[in-house]
Protein backbone atom coordinates (compact mmCIF):
# COMPACT_ATOMS: atom_id res chain seq x y z
CA UNK A 1 0.00 0.00 0.00
CA UNK A 2 0.95 3.52 -0.48
CA UNK A 3 0.28 6.21 1.46
CA UNK A 4 0.70 10.20 0.37
CA UNK A 5 0.44 12.84 2.78
CA UNK A 6 0.04 16.21 1.78
CA UNK A 7 2.66 17.70 3.43
CA UNK A 8 4.60 21.64 3.65
CA UNK A 9 8.06 20.58 5.01
CA UNK A 10 7.28 17.99 7.49
CA UNK A 11 4.06 18.93 8.41
CA UNK A 12 0.55 17.64 7.07
CA UNK A 13 -0.71 20.50 4.53
CA UNK A 14 -3.86 22.15 5.56
CA UNK A 15 -4.86 21.84 1.94
CA UNK A 16 -3.76 19.06 -0.21
CA UNK A 17 -3.53 21.28 -3.65
CA UNK A 18 -1.37 23.87 -2.21
CA UNK A 19 1.12 21.57 -0.29
CA UNK A 20 4.78 21.68 -1.44
CA UNK A 21 4.83 18.00 -2.27
CA UNK A 22 3.71 14.71 -1.05
CA UNK A 23 4.76 12.33 1.18
CA UNK A 24 5.06 9.07 0.35
CA UNK A 25 4.92 6.11 2.53
CA UNK A 26 5.12 2.27 1.03
CA UNK A 27 3.94 0.43 3.68
CA UNK A 28 3.68 -3.48 4.14
CA UNK A 29 2.26 -5.51 6.14
CA UNK A 30 1.48 -2.50 8.65
CA UNK A 31 5.76 -1.71 8.67
CA UNK A 32 6.72 1.85 6.47
CA UNK A 33 9.23 0.27 4.21
CA UNK A 34 9.90 3.41 1.87
CA UNK A 35 9.79 6.73 1.54
CA UNK A 36 9.98 9.56 -0.65
CA UNK A 37 9.05 12.98 -1.19
CA UNK A 38 7.32 13.85 -4.37
CA UNK A 39 6.91 17.71 -5.42
CA UNK A 40 3.54 18.90 -6.18
CA UNK A 41 3.45 19.84 -9.74
CA UNK A 42 0.78 22.31 -9.48
CA UNK A 43 -3.22 22.79 -8.51
CA UNK A 44 -4.91 22.21 -11.56
CA UNK A 45 -8.60 21.31 -11.56
CA UNK A 46 -8.48 17.30 -11.97
CA UNK A 47 -4.92 16.60 -11.90
CA UNK A 48 -3.61 15.78 -8.60
CA UNK A 49 -5.87 12.50 -8.28
CA UNK A 50 -4.87 10.93 -11.53
CA UNK A 51 -0.98 12.03 -11.13
CA UNK A 52 -1.05 10.18 -7.77
CA UNK A 53 -3.05 7.38 -9.22
CA UNK A 54 -0.46 7.33 -11.62
CA UNK A 55 1.98 6.99 -8.89
CA UNK A 56 -0.05 3.76 -7.02
CA UNK A 57 -1.39 5.59 -3.98
CA UNK A 58 -4.17 3.97 -2.17
CA UNK A 59 -4.44 6.69 0.20
CA UNK A 60 -4.44 10.81 0.17
CA UNK A 61 -4.02 12.71 3.82
CA UNK A 62 -4.47 16.09 4.63
CA UNK A 63 -5.89 19.04 6.39
CA UNK A 64 -8.43 19.92 3.94
CA UNK A 65 -9.89 19.26 0.56
CA UNK A 66 -12.58 20.13 -1.56
CA UNK A 67 -15.37 18.24 -2.03
CA UNK A 68 -14.65 17.62 -5.96
CA UNK A 69 -11.22 16.55 -5.28
CA UNK A 70 -12.41 14.14 -2.69
CA UNK A 71 -14.53 12.72 -5.25
CA UNK A 72 -12.19 12.35 -7.90
CA UNK A 73 -9.62 10.82 -5.70
CA UNK A 74 -12.81 8.62 -5.08
CA UNK A 75 -13.18 7.42 -8.74
CA UNK A 76 -9.19 6.98 -8.74
CA UNK A 77 -9.79 4.47 -5.76
CA UNK A 78 -7.93 6.15 -3.45
CA UNK A 79 -9.34 6.43 -0.12
CA UNK A 80 -9.35 10.24 1.58
CA UNK A 81 -8.77 11.14 4.84
CA UNK A 82 -9.49 14.64 5.41
CA UNK A 83 -8.95 16.48 9.09
CA UNK A 84 -4.91 15.44 9.74
CA UNK A 85 -2.36 17.96 11.45
CA UNK A 86 0.89 17.50 12.92
CA UNK A 87 4.17 15.74 11.70
CA UNK A 88 3.30 14.09 8.44
CA UNK A 89 4.85 10.43 9.48
CA UNK A 90 3.07 10.68 12.47
CA UNK A 91 -0.30 10.83 10.45
CA UNK A 92 0.80 8.24 8.35
CA UNK A 93 1.71 6.37 11.42
CA UNK A 94 -1.95 6.60 12.59
CA UNK A 95 -3.34 5.83 9.50
CA UNK A 96 -1.54 2.39 9.32
CA UNK A 97 -2.01 1.38 13.11
CA UNK A 98 -5.87 2.45 12.52
CA UNK A 99 -6.12 4.99 14.99
CA UNK A 100 -6.52 8.08 11.93
CA UNK A 101 -9.76 8.35 10.59
CA UNK A 102 -11.11 11.29 7.91
CA UNK A 103 -13.51 13.77 9.50
CA UNK A 104 -15.04 14.28 6.44
CA UNK A 105 -14.91 17.75 6.19
CA UNK A 106 -15.11 19.92 2.85
CA UNK A 107 -12.90 22.60 2.41
CA UNK A 108 -14.82 25.56 0.81
CA UNK A 109 -12.90 28.15 1.07
CA UNK A 110 -9.49 28.14 -1.70
CA UNK A 111 -8.53 31.53 -1.26
CA UNK A 112 -7.25 31.09 2.18
CA UNK A 113 -6.31 27.41 3.12
CA UNK A 114 -6.48 28.38 6.95
CA UNK A 115 -10.39 27.93 5.99
CA UNK A 116 -10.21 24.40 5.20
CA UNK A 117 -10.87 22.34 8.85
CA UNK A 118 -13.84 24.33 9.45
Known amino acids: M ?3 VASN ?3 VSGHFGHC ?3 TIYEVEEGKILNVNF ?3 PGHKPGYLPVFLSEL ?3 VIISGGMGETAQNLFNENNIEVVVGAEGLALDAAKQY ?3 GLKSTGSICREH ?3 GHCNE
Do not use: D, S, Y
Open 2 to 4: KIA
Open 56 to 58: NVN
Open 38 to 40: TNN
Open 111 to 113: ANE
Open 96 to 98: VEG
Open 9 to 11: GKN
Open 20 to 22: EGF
